[in-house]
């Protein structure tokens, strides 16, 4: 059996020939670099390095430190945030809405580039899967820790009426996160057969075990390879429609309450756009971070970035689309609290942010991904690190200034978080990165049986050169199919 | 005018103006007398009536005076009554009173007259036991979707009374709690179907393993 070596040293054995099928590789794939792609995708499951655990630790921290801020919340109830009766709604639904929106962009992105056979996404599909069932287990957490008395939760489901959007909210959220584990779980099948068979005995026994169990048995036989064809077709196809239903039914949370700031029509598609715009920055981070800390330059080039850095461009104007439509047809018609929240948010206490989301969260980008001179991996990352906290920004607005709008002729309040509340936060974005850590530790971050049988190396393009961060590769002929 | 006159003077028209206002005010304390009449027993969110009858203290009817109806209210560290409904005595002194039913329970009316510059005020209290469960508040407006917040015999009314025709669709209306949410619950049925036949495939996948290996 042919060996390599891992990047901490360890013998990976070679392939089992039936694990991930050769006779099916892209045209392009030698052994030689098929066998390099195996030992970079399963490098990070047979190696952890000290700093590995150093991060985990730090991150630990921090979630112990929300965890002490959230029992303080528990104990004192919500009169330690900023939350008051006018502003019920703050930082705690904005990261909601935030997290569920980054979620969107994964499974439905993955999905939507699955159907259209786009072969340059098959090695970004993984990342961005992870992305939405992290995203939305975090994200689920939010309307707990929103509620002052978590103890009454079962009141939902109690007391729950049909009627109630929040009630829809919960199916649609519990049936995503499903559908999203089981369509992370497919592709994962044949990979989990590769690490079953390449990682010897140097690994841990209950990492086998695991792997052996997960793998279902895979050989790749051609009776396996058409039932997984079959299930991931189905979720692919399954999974669009819910993951377009979620955001939409977060968008009525808000849209179906009789307040001035929702009271629109365009806020179904206005959330799923900006679920996507989020979503596909949130990814163009991670592909980053990933392909520097595990050196997946070779699998993760230029044209990644480049043709996510296009569809981040394409949701900057739709964004704009979007917005314009609402400040006009409610300008126009001006109803009786329109006048104070744009004032609210245009000259008021919301300028700064306003300003911050439309010049950093749209305008910046826009002009990024306008210019190819600008259009580098370190330029994209930029784009896509100013929407992630524009957009996290503009549901800050959203919440917040539509609350701020009086429901009766009393004067508005202002809400400023309190320590509680950014401590809370600060360890969702932990948990968050905990998670992602946790997971590219336990399964390979690229689809590597995707990559072999589907895309190849990039013909035509020197890879590692190529990707080198700040210099541009050739563009695509053909984009989407490339 | 001597100082005896000017005197005799001052003292009367001090004794006047005592007197007046005494007078006036003892013509107001008039005595009045109230009495109500309400159903004993009532059902949750019907509609009742109180009969009130204003009198003065020969028993003559008392026209046109404004009687309040209260009921006592408690919410959150406060209490006091309320008023739910107003009348007008007719001729005959009596008003009607239409009130809504909106708690369970014994519930205490109370009928009160606040009084004029000629009558007295006066009170009178009648219990009313009120039996029955549900929701009093009915969402009007927006959008009617059967199965989330109308009835589906809706669909099936003459002229959108919103009321179901169970002459058309006998039973319909019973069966309704059970219907309630059926378009949510269709949605998610389809979806999760398609989930379970995910399971299945992957029951094959590790079946066609052991068909491989055998």
Same mark, same amino acid.
């Given at each position: 059996?042919?060996?390599?070596? $891992?990047?901490?040293?360890?013998?990976?054995?070679?392939?089992?020939?039936?694990?991930?099928?050769?006779?099916?590789?892209?045209?392009?794939?030698?052994?030689?670099?098929?066998?390099?792609?195996?030992?970079?995708?399963?490098?990070? !499951?047979?190696?952890?390095?000290?700093?590995?655990?150093?991060w985990i630790g730090f991150l630990l921290a921090v979630i112990g430190w929300a965890l002490h801020a959230?029992?303080?919340?528990?104990?004192?109830?919500?009169?330690?945030?900023?939350?008051?009766?006018?502003?019920?709604?703050?930082?705690?639904?904005?990261?909601?809405?935030?997290?569920?929106?980054? =979620?969107?962009?994964?499974?439905?992105?993955?999905?939507?580039?699955?159907?259209?056979?786009?072969?340059?996404?098959?090695?970004?599909?993984?990342?961005?899967?992870?992305? *939405?069932? @992290?995203?939305?287990?975090?994200?689920?957490?939010?309307?707990?820790?929103?509620?002052?008395?978590?103890?009454?939760?079962?009141? !939902?489901?109690?007391?729950?009426?049909?009627? =109630?959007?929040?009630?829809?909210?919960?199916?649609?959220? *519990?049936?995503?996160?499903?559908?999203? *584990?089981?369509? !992370?779980?497919?592709?994962?099948?044949?990979?989990?057969?590769?690490?079953?068979?390449?990682?010897?005995?140097?690994?841990?026994?209950?990492?086998?075990?695991?792997?052996?169990?997960?793998?279902?048995?895979?050989? $790749?036989?051609?009776?396996?390879?058409?039932?997984?064809?079959?299930?991931?077709?189905?979720?692919?196809?399954?999974?669009?429609?819910?993951?377009?239903?979620?955001?939409?039914?977060?968008?009525?949370?808000?849209?179906?309450?009789?307040?001035?700031?929702?009271?629109?029509?365009?806020?179904?598609?206005?959330?799923?756009?900006?679920?996507?715009? =989020?979503?596909?920055?949130?990814?163009?981070?991670?592909?980053?971070?990933?392909?520097?800390?595990?050196?997946?330059?070779?699998?993760?080039?230029?044209?990644?970035?480049?043709?996510?850095?296009?569809?981040?461009?394409?949701?900057?104007?739709?964004?704009?689309?979007?917005?314009?439509?609402?400040?006009?047809?409610?300008?126009?018609?001006?109803?009786?609290?329109?006048?104070?929240?744009?004032?609210?948010?245009?000259?008021?206490?919301?300028?700064?942010?306003?300003?911050?989301?439309?010049?950093?969260?749209?305008?910046?980008?826009?002009?990024?991904?306008?210019?190819?001179?600008?259009?580098?991996?370190?330029?994209? @990352?930029?784009?896509?690190?100013?929407?992630?906290?524009?957009?996290?920004?503009?549901?800050?607005?959203?919440?917040?200034?539509?609350?701020?709008?009086?429901?009766?002729?009393?004067?508005?309040?202002?809400?400023?978080?309190?320590?509680?509340?950014?401590?809370?936060?600060?360890?969702?974005?932990?948990?968050?990165? !905990?998670?992602?850590? @946790?997971?590219?530790?336990?399964?390979?971050?690229?689809?590597?049986?995707e990559v072999v049988e589907h895309r190849g190396p990039e013909l035509g393009e020197a890879a590692p050169?190529?990707?080198?961060?700040?210099?541009?590769?050739?563009?695509?002929?053909?984009?989407?199919?490339? | 005018?001597?100082?005896?006159?000017?005197?005799?003077?001052?003292?009367?028209?001090? +004794?006047?103006?005592?007197?007046?206002? +005494?007078?006036?005010?003892?013509? %107001?304390?008039?005595?009045?007398?109230?009495?109500?009449? /309400?159903?004993?027993?009532?059902?949750?969110?019907?509609?009742?009536?109180?009969?009130?009858?204003?009198?003065?203290?020969?028993?003559?009817?008392?026209?046109?005076?404004?009687?309040?109806?209260?009921?006592?209210?408690?919410?959150?560290?406060?209490?006091?009554?309320? /008023?739910?409904?107003?009348?007008?005595?007719?001729?005959k002194g009596v008003a009607i009173a239409e009130f809504d039913i909106r708690t369970e329970g014994a519930?205490?009316?109370?009928?009160?007259?606040? %009084?004029?510059?000629?009558?007295?005020?006066?009170?009178?209290?009648?219990?009313?036991?009120?039996?029955?469960?549900?929701?009093?508040?009915?969402?009007?407006?927006?959008?009617?979707?059967?199965?989330?917040?109308?009835?589906?015999?809706?669909?099936?009314?003459?002229? %959108?009374? %919103?009321?179901?025709?169970?002459? /058309?669709?006998?039973? +319909?209306?019973?069966?309704?709690?059970?219907?309630?949410?059926?378009?949510?619950?269709?949605?998610?049925?389809?979806?999760?179907?398609?989930?379970?036949?995910?399971?299945?495939?992957?029951?094959?996948?590790?079946?066609?393993?052991?068909?491989?290996?055998?």
């Amino acid at each position: 059996m042919e060996a390599v070596t $891992g990047a901490g040293g360890h013998a990976i054995p070679a392939a089992r020939p039936h694990a991930v099928d050769g006779a099916h590789a892209a045209p392009g794939v030698t052994p030689a670099w098929r066998a390099r792609l195996e030992e970079r995708g399963l490098a990070p !499951l047979a190696r952890t390095g000290a700093r590995y655990w150093l991060w985990i630790g730090f991150l630990l921290a921090v979630i112990g430190w929300a965890l002490h801020a959230y029992v303080t919340q528990l104990e004192n109830g919500l009169i330690v945030t900023g939350l008051r009766d006018r502003i019920s709604w703050g930082v705690y639904i904005a990261s909601f809405v935030f997290f569920i929106g980054i =979620s969107h962009a994964g499974t439905l992105l993955s999905a939507i580039l699955r159907v259209t056979r786009a072969r340059w996404q098959m090695s970004v599909t993984r990342m961005a899967e992870f992305i *939405t069932v @992290v995203a939305l287990m975090v994200g689920a957490l939010f309307p707990f820790i929103d509620m002052g008395r978590v103890d009454r939760i079962l009141n !939902l489901v109690q007391f729950g009426r049909w009627q =109630s959007p929040l009630l829809w909210d919960i199916f649609a959220i *519990t049936t995503y996160l499903t559908g999203s *584990t089981l369509y !992370l779980y497919l592709p994962l099948i044949p990979d989990f057969a590769l690490a079953r068979d390449r990682l010897g005995p140097t690994a841990p026994a209950w990492r086998r075990a695991t792997y052996r169990l997960a793998a279902l048995g895979w050989r $790749g036989t051609p009776a396996q390879r058409r039932l997984l064809d079959r299930a991931m077709t189905v979720m692919m196809c399954v999974i669009i429609p819910v993951a377009v239903s979620v955001h939409t039914v977060v968008s009525w949370i808000f849209s179906m309450t009789l307040r001035v700031a929702f009271n629109t029509t365009v806020f179904g598609p206005y959330f799923v756009a900006g679920a996507i715009f =989020s979503g596909v920055a949130a990814i163009i981070l991670l592909m980053a971070v990933l392909r520097k800390l595990l050196h997946l330059e070779e699998y993760i080039t230029h044209k990644q970035f480049l043709f996510l850095g296009y569809l981040l461009g394409a949701f900057t104007l739709i964004m704009t689309y979007f917005n314009l439509t609402e400040y006009v047809t409610h300008g126009y018609k001006m109803e009786a609290g329109v006048a104070f929240h744009f004032t609210q948010l245009m000259v008021g206490p919301f300028e700064p942010l306003f300003l911050f989301y439309w010049i950093c969260g749209i305008g910046i980008p826009g002009l990024i991904m306008l210019f190819p001179r600008t259009r580098t991996i370190a330029g994209i @990352v930029t784009a896509a690190g100013l929407v992630v906290v524009a957009m996290w920004v503009e549901r800050f607005l959203l919440v917040v200034a539509g609350f701020r709008v009086p429901l009766m002729a009393y004067e508005p309040s202002d809400y400023a978080p309190t320590w509680v509340e950014w401590s809370i936060l600060a360890g969702a974005f932990a948990l968050f990165a !905990l998670l992602i850590s @946790v997971f590219a530790k336990l399964f390979p971050v690229i689809s590597i049986w995707e990559v072999v049988e589907h895309r190849g190396p990039e013909l035509g393009e020197a890879a590692p050169a190529a990707a080198a961060p700040g210099r541009r590769a050739p563009l695509p002929q053909r984009a989407g199919r490339a | 005018m001597s100082n005896r006159t000017f005197a005799g003077a001052v003292l009367l028209a001090l +004794l006047l103006l005592v007197a007046l206002p +005494l007078a006036a005010l003892a013509a %107001g304390s008039e005595p009045t007398s109230l009495t109500i009449a /309400v159903p004993p027993s009532a059902s949750l969110g019907q509609v009742a009536l109180a009969r009130v009858t204003l009198t003065d203290a020969t028993g003559q009817p008392i026209p046109k005076a404004t009687i309040l109806l209260t009921a006592p209210l408690s919410f959150l560290q406060g209490s006091g009554d309320v /008023v739910i409904a107003d009348a007008t005595t007719d001729a005959k002194g009596v008003a009607i009173a239409e009130f809504d039913i909106r708690t369970e329970g014994a519930l205490a009316i109370k009928a009160v007259f606040a %009084g004029d510059e000629r009558y007295a005020a006066s009170s009178a209290s009648a219990t009313v036991s009120i039996a029955g469960d549900g929701q009093l508040y009915a969402q009007a407006a927006g959008v009617q979707l059967p199965g989330l917040n109308t009835s589906p015999g809706a669909i099936f009314s003459p002229a %959108g009374s %919103g009321q179901a025709n169970v002459g /058309v669709l006998p039973g +319909l209306a019973a069966l309704w709690p059970a219907l309630s949410g059926w378009p949510i619950a269709l949605a998610l049925m389809t979806i999760w179907s398609f989930y379970a036949m995910v399971a299945g495939l992957l029951f094959r996948i590790g079946a066609a393993a052991n068909e491989a290996e055998a």
